[in-house]
């Protein structure tokens, strides 16, 4: 791999997460004059690193905006949590039948990290604890194709599950979701362990009012006509 090549892949990483994390939001201006100055490098692997997170989804390319964090419509935010659910299913399905007891220490440990911050006022540092929390359960489905294409989708989706732990009383209720699909992990009840996670994930009546209704403006598209 070349030199620029790295740099991108480098940047690639760096933008991904500031995206995931929320310093960078849909609709953001992503200019790459500014960023090669912020990472110090030149335009090449800033322009490479911008048409690969272009490839996945993270940032579009719009007429007279340029490169910017992408957004999404409705339908497409529906979608795209159905297919998180079942995606974050299948990993707790076959991390019950799959998960050694380490493992399972490991992950009870990451729920108890995000018991104790279920009443901090800050959701945002719940939201990390969670993520740690959900990556623990891709990692132990053991297998390495599903844990890469849901940490895509959820890459996508970071905004809007940050999001969500913002409406009252999900932070506590999300919290109470987990150890439930612990235990079933924990137990190796598969089948109740992927119907848990569909439904902590799934976002879909009420809930999805609710999310709707506290998007910031810039974070969807409207449908095209």
Aim: net charge neutral.
């Amino acid at each position: 791999m070349s030199q620029n090549g790295k740099l991108a892949t480098d940047l690639v990483q760096k933008l991904e997460r500031d995206i995931v994390t929320g310093v960078l939001k849909p609709g953001d201006k992503l200019d790459e004059r500014s960023l090669s100055e912020r990472f110090g490098v030149s335009r090449t692997p800033v322009r490479e690193a911008l048409q690969t997170l272009a490839g996945s989804g993270l940032v579009a390319t719009m007429p007279r905006r340029g490169t910017i964090v992408a957004s999404i419509t409705v339908a497409e935010l529906i979608e795209m949590f159905e297919v998180m659910a079942e995606l974050e299913a299948m990993c707790a399905r076959l991390a019950a039948r799959r998960m050694p007891r380490v493992d399972i220490e490991n992950l009870i440990a990451l729920s108890e990290e995000c018991s104790g911050l279920k009443d901090h006022a800050d959701a945002d540092a719940y939201y990390e604890a969670n993520v740690r929390f959900h990556e623990a359960i891709y990692a132990g489905c053991r297998n390495s194709f599903l844990e890469r294409q849901t940490k895509n989708v959820r890459n996508r989706l970071a905004p809007y599950r940050r999001l969500q732990l913002h409406r009252p009383g999900r932070v506590k209720k999300s919290n109470n979701e987990h150890a439930d699909i612990l235990s079933a992990i924990s137990n190796g009840e598969a089948e109740t362990a992927g119907k848990l996670m569909q439904q902590h994930v799934a976002v879909q009546g009420e809930s999805l009012n609710d999310l709707l209704a506290i998007v910031p403006r810039g974070y969807l598209e409207p449908l095209a006509s």
